[in-house]
């Protein structure tokens, strides 16, 4: 479990996110959403201990994560940076074994798993420049797959990648959840995608969290339909206002 207590992060003089208070359980994907500038991405650092919150803490299994070394930190909590890609002339199974640096070994078996999970296999001999876009998403998603952490922190993992592969990558995200004991929390503009696959949304907008619950409490037109200027009809799908 990783939980926000009261969490208050500052950039320039004023909260960009404002006492938020939350948590994500193992076996539960939790789908960070709200319009640009809402603080999202702001919120995952602090999750991942990439940002010292200025009020507040963050709890990783009930103990705070500012207590914990980098490299347990690292072991547990998997992260994935918004628009995170690779530039070097490293292959893509080089990239992949990134993923297993907090350990400080190379283990073959999650390597191997990860490029399968993520259609890989076959370009693992690649150079990580020389293939698309969305393969070079699938890498790093990869990436953070291979370390085994029990805390995935994934910020708009389906950037970049076409309408079936987002899919495949979300229930992927969802199998991973339910059946290897891990929470997942992910920021996700795709609000469909994310209704077809999360257990729980965390809605922010101007820093604050103003609806956390199941689809049906917060994707609606009385909540996230309000913050975003969309209606929502059925199945969670997003209309025109």
Request: proline content about 5%.
């Amino acid at each position: 479990m990783i939980a926000a207590e009261q969490l208050t992060l500052v950039r320039s003089g004023r909260p960009v996110v404002d006492r938020v208070s939350f948590r994500a359980r193992i076996g539960e994907v939790v789908a960070l959403i709200g319009p640009n500038g809402a603080g999202k991405s702001t919120l995952l650092r602090g999750l991942a201990g990439l940002v010292r919150p200025d009020r507040g803490r963050v709890l990783l299994d009930g103990e705070p994560l500012e207590g914990l070394p980098p490299q347990a930190r690292a072991k547990r909590i998997g992260w994935l940076a918004q628009g995170a890609r690779a530039a070097w002339g490293m292959t893509v199974r080089e990239v992949v074994s990134l993923g297993r640096l907090p350990h400080g070994d190379r283990a073959q078996a999650p390597i191997d798993r990860a490029l399968a999970r993520l259609g890989l296999a076959s370009l693992a001999g690649a150079r990580i420049d020389r293939i698309s876009g969305g393969e070079a998403k699938r890498v790093m998603i990869a990436r953070v797959l291979a370390g085994e952490p029990r805390v995935l922190l994934l910020d708009e993992p389906t950037a970049d990648l076409d309408p079936a592969a987002g899919f495949a990558v979300m229930r992927l995200f969802r199998t991973v959840a339910e059946e290897e004991a891990r929470a997942v929390v992910v920021v996700l503009h795709d609000l469909t995608l994310a209704a077809r696959f999360a257990d729980r949304f965390v809605l922010l907008t101007q820093g604050r969290l103003v609806a956390e619950g199941p689809a049906a409490a917060v994707l609606n037109d009385a909540t996230a339909g309000r913050v975003f200027g969309v209606r929502f009809g059925a199945d969670h799908a997003v209309l025109p206002a």
